[in-house]
């Protein structure tokens, strides 16, 4: 990608995330003046064009390295550098060592930041000074003590760049020549320690992408020679390093950097004219926003043209845009064409700009959530091979599942193990009947036990709640073969809800109760990248064996996933919840299972009706949400409807009131369902509830341009905004005459292309121009897995909202998960449903 103006020499994906088919402000190479840094109030340095972000972002005690820590800078509104900071490692993966942020200050001197970390497994202690100098900044990295000579050779200060913003660019070493390439080609270490090789060393001054005024930064180190690797040589979602090692003995002025990023003069942002890529329907509300630079001199209209079958475009509106407000660093204002009804495509023009084109058609959202169905959803399939006409998405995958984790063991992913193992079997013992059904949980391969309950009853609501009448996929247990665009004559929720049981009783019938789940033992093994079925062997361990002999269906390769089987009463909640839920859409098709699936249910809910339940859900990531009193809410509605009002259920879930009142936010949907088989007292207690969560969510609407609550944490959002549209939904057709259609409108809109940052739907493949570059299974080919959501816009502190449209490996913005997108099915249809209610 080319780039040469205010939003680049783009691309079509880049013009498409900007909102924009033509037009840019034009930004020659001579356009250019030195512009200084000040320190803000959120101790970032700031000039127009240009963000020096100083640890407001730090690194992950869970995950480690996130690509968005340190000192980052943002160019020309993308965040083109990350994890400045020392580090042990010239290209570290994710899981090495990162230092621990310990404080940030104002320094002594003017326009200058001062950060103390720590690496306390070394001892070493540093402090970095960030100060505005010229048209640039300086680092300077001071010890608290002399670099002892063990980690010479060790200890460097790294500064990471995007590679997709310099993919077929140049550098200069001082004078020496060099490009950045596409793909990773080495050179690699001949020593056997497969430790990549710099690009380009021993030069006192780099500079990247000298052709490019956007781009283009210069970086001279005082204090010793420059480096500059391609750390995707050690892993694929390494970025671009420049690093210079410290000197042994080294302590005041260590590292010492000046850097100057290349601004361009009076550079504005160009807006963002963000829309439903989906279109819209005649009758219903039609709001687009627009985001701009606060320096911006911006347009008061916006126009709505109308494409015809020659290409011309014919206005059909034009009128003032209102404005929304600040929200973060962006200014934003609404234009409404909801006055437009008549069917048609339709662009919208702004400041000398049109967007791609989108429909307004009565049957504008009749295919939004089929693909999520069909497509994503049987992808994420585990023990079984899928296909896709020509295309093979996997082999029959993880059949060798699984053997027992061990004792008093936190995994890198989060999930641990006390010392009770809550399992008959042994340390590293293998479990039978675990290789069934199941969905992998994301990007990678874990069997995650509650958010394969939260398929299951989010499918079942669909079925119940919406029909999801839809046969796309064949799917053949005993086989294990899943064909895409291969109708078999039975509905795809169905066969999707069975294969999600199967994986919950096989646990329930092993151990007695639900695990945590099943994940990958090594590091090397869960960065895999590509066919699930080739992950490992599909053969049974057998001690026996040498780690390259196989005997029978056994071998002697460590590669069986680990079960990690903790016994807690949120997870066994969530399933006895799904199971319940389960033995209703099973009953016609599969009354064997459906009886099992219900049985299985009574007995887990039923162990947790006294006395107080331990919260969390076995790994360290696990949050509030997961509340057991709030998983006790959802399980006994589900009870409650599958015994169709049985007195007993009725009554425990009146005496979980006070749960429900506390945990509103997280149980109102399944509180609002029961309602049909509850009295009218109890109704009658949730209204209040209902009208304080009415509160909540204008108050939500209040605080950003968009109407839905926005996550400021450490992943985006979408699946939040998506539960806010389904339960809104709920709680509209139990208490319309509280609760209104626009925040379900509001959550598919935003999902579907109205949302910061850019304008793509979040759903690959559903809209006129969605996410094509997604952290999916075959994120390593840059490529999507058609129908998956993405968790989507990232507010990188203090203020920047992010997402990344043509790099794949920031799982926080682009990591599709199986229950965010069952989520997803369920508020699609719930928006379809409040469109018809428009008049």
């Not at 956007?214 to 050690?234: C, E, F, H, M």
């Not at 669909?462 to 078999?488: N, Q």
């Not at 646990?507 to 895999?528: E, L, M, S, W």
């Not at 109102?668 to 009208?691: C, N, T």
Request: negative net charge.
């Amino acid at each position: 990608m080319l780039k040469r103006t205010g939003i680049a020499l783009l691309g079509t994906s880049s013009l498409l995330a900007c909102g924009i088919v033509a037009g840019s402000l034009l930004a020659p190479a001579d356009a250019v003046q030195a512009q200084s840094l000040a320190v803000t109030p959120a101790q970032t340095l700031e000039t127009q064009g240009l963000t020096v972000m100083v640890d407001q972002n730090q690194f992950s005690p869970i995950f480690f390295d996130e690509k968005n820590a340190g000192i980052q800078i943002v160019l020309h509104g993308e965040r083109i550098a990350t994890d400045g900071a020392v580090r042990l490692n010239p290209t570290p993966e994710q899981w090495d060592p990162v230092p621990a942020f310990v404080s940030r200050t104002r320094g002594a001197q003017a326009n200058q930041i001062v950060v103390r970390s720590t690496y306390k497994d070394v001892d070493l202690d540093y402090r970095v000074k960030v100060t505005a100098e010229g048209d640039g900044f300086r680092i300077a990295v001071d010890l608290d003590k002399p670099l002892p000579q063990a980690l010479a050779g060790k200890a460097g200060f790294n500064l990471d760049f995007l590679p997709t913003s310099y993919f077929g660019k140049t550098y200069l070493m001082d004078s020496a020549p060099g490009l950045f390439p596409r793909h990773a080609t080495g050179p690699m270490a001949k020593d056997g320690s497969g430790d990549p090789m710099p690009l380009a060393s021993g030069g006192r001054s780099i500079t990247l992408s000298p052709e490019d005024p956007l781009t283009r930064v210069t970086i001279t180190s005082d204090a010793g020679p420059i480096q500059l690797y391609d750390a995707r040589n050690r892993a694929q979602n390494g970025w671009f390093v420049v690093r210079s090692l410290i000197a042994a003995g080294a302590k005041d002025d260590a590292i010492v950097w000046h850097v100057r990023p290349n601004v361009v003069k009076n550079w504005v942002r160009p807006p963002v004219v963000s829309f439903n890529q989906a279109g819209y329907t005649p009758a219903r509300a039609k709001i687009a926003l627009i985001e701009t630079d606060p320096h911006a001199t911006v347009p008061g209209e916006a126009e709505l043209v109308r494409l015809a079958a020659d290409g011309t475009r014919q206005s059909v509106l034009r009128a003032a845009v209102t404005p929304r407000g600040r929200w973060m660093r962006y200014n934003y204002a609404a234009f409404d064409f909801s006055s437009v009804r008549e069917p048609g495509i339709y662009a919208i023009a702004y400041g000398g700009q049109v967007t791609n084109p989108f429909r307004i058609a009565p049957d504008a959202y009749d295919r939004i959530w089929q693909t999520s169905l069909d497509t994503f959803i049987a992808e994420q399939m585990d023990h079984v091979g899928i296909r896709e006409q020509y295309r093979v998405w996997s082999a029959p995958s993880h059949l060798d599942d699984a053997r027992q984790a061990p004792p008093n063991h936190v995994h890198f992913d989060g999930y641990k193990m006390g010392p009770n193992l809550d399992s008959p079997f042994k340390p590293g013992e293998h479990i039978p009947g675990l290789n069934v059904g199941g969905f992998q949980d994301a990007g990678d391969y874990d069997i995650q036990t509650p958010q394969n309950a939260a398929v299951v009853r989010d499918l079942v609501w669909g079925r119940e709640l919406y029909g999801l009448d839809w046969d796309e996929t064949s799917v053949d247990e005993v086989a294990r073969a899943v064909e895409i665009r291969k109708p078999d004559g039975k509905p795809d929720a169905v066969q999707q809800i069975r294969h999600g049981v199967l994986q919950l009783l096989a646990q329930y019938k092993v151990f007695g109760h639900a695990i945590v789940g099943i994940v990958d033992p090594v590091q090397r093994q869960y960065a895999h990248l590509g066919d699930a079925g080739s992950q490992s062997d599909n053969l049974t361990y057998d001690a026996s064996l040498s780690a390259s002999e196989r005997k029978g269906g056994s071998s002697g390769a460590q590669d069986d996933r680990w079960a990690f089987t903790t016994d807690l009463p949120a997870n066994n909640l969530a399933v006895a919840g799904a199971l319940a839920a389960a033995s209703r859409a099973l009953a016609d098709s599969d009354p064997a299972m459906a009886a099992e699936a219900w049985d299985a249910a009574k007995t887990l809910w039923g162990r947790f009706q006294n006395g107080p339940i331990k919260s969390g859900d076995g790994r360290d990531d696990s949050g509030s949400p997961w509340s057991a009193d709030g998983a006790n809410v959802g399980a006994t509605v589900e009870m409650l409807i599958t015994s169709k009002g049985d007195r007993a259920y009725a009554d425990r879930l009146r005496k979980l009131m006070p749960v429900i009142a506390r945990n509103f936010a997280w149980v109102g949907a399944p509180a609002v369902r029961a309602i049909p088989f509850m009295d009218a007292g109890y109704r009658a207690s949730l209204a209040p509830l209902v009208r304080q969560a009415k509160a909540r969510m204008d108050r939500e609407a209040a605080g950003n341009p968009f109407g839905v609550p926005i996550s400021e944490g450490s992943w985006a959002g979408s699946h939040q905004v998506v539960e806010f549209g389904s339960t809104a939904y709920l709680m509209h057709k139990a208490f319309p005459e509280i609760v209104g259609t626009e925040y379900t409108l509001n959550a598919i809109d935003y999902v579907l292309g109205r949302h910061p940052a850019n304008n793509l739907s979040l759903v690959s493949t559903v809209g006129t121009a969605s996410k094509l570059i997604g952290y999916g299974h075959n994120r390593a080919d840059y490529g999507f897995i058609p129908g998956g959501l993405v968790p989507g816009v990232l507010i990188v502190k203090p203020d920047f909202p992010e997402l990344k449209t043509e790099w794949p490996f920031l799982w926080f913005e682009n990591e599709y998960t199986v229950a965010t997108t069952s989520a997803y099915i369920l508020a699609a249809n719930a928006a379809i449903e409040a469109t018809k209610e428009a008049r």
